[in-house]
């Protein structure tokens, strides 16, 4: 059983950065399709980036060129690095993985079946 925790929200100013992780437990031999969503205040959840099985990462018009997705695979760990931080990046970031290997452009475009394993979720805060 898929277990995720995320990790490195926080408040911070308007230009400044933050760098979310995702720790991933009780993976069998991996999952193929990764990504991190946001839901904003009064807004539906929406894909903000994703890595899919080969290693292709794909954002949201809203984050791109500010936001970069990688991962390290020992250590089982997803990261999002936000620069030039925004007050409508304020959310709560949740990361998600799924066994099924999906295209991340179709993930972030939502064209992609909804993933399985989710996080609790990563508040983050831009004033």
């Known amino acids: 059983h898929v277990q995720l925790v995320e990790s490195g929200g926080g408040s911070v100013q308007a230009g400044g950065s933050l760098k979310l992780s995702c720790k991933a437990s009780?993976?069998?031999?991996?999952?193929?399709?990764k990504g991190w969503w946001r839901q904003r205040p009064g807004k539906e959840r929406e894909a903000v980036a994703a890595i899919d099985i080969q290693d292709a990462t794909y954002y949201g018009d809203s984050v791109k060129g500010r936001f970069t997705l990688s991962q390290d695979i020992a250590k089982h760990t997803l990261y999002l690095q936000m620069d030039n931080l925004k007050p409508e990046d304020t959310a709560m970031y949740y990361c998600a993985h799924d066994y099924g290997a999906y295209d991340s452009q179709a993930v972030v475009l939502g064209l992609s079946p909804q993933f399985t394993y989710w996080g609790q979720g990563t508040q983050v805060t831009v004033s």
């Open positions: 009780g993976v069998r031999l991996g999952t193929n399709s």
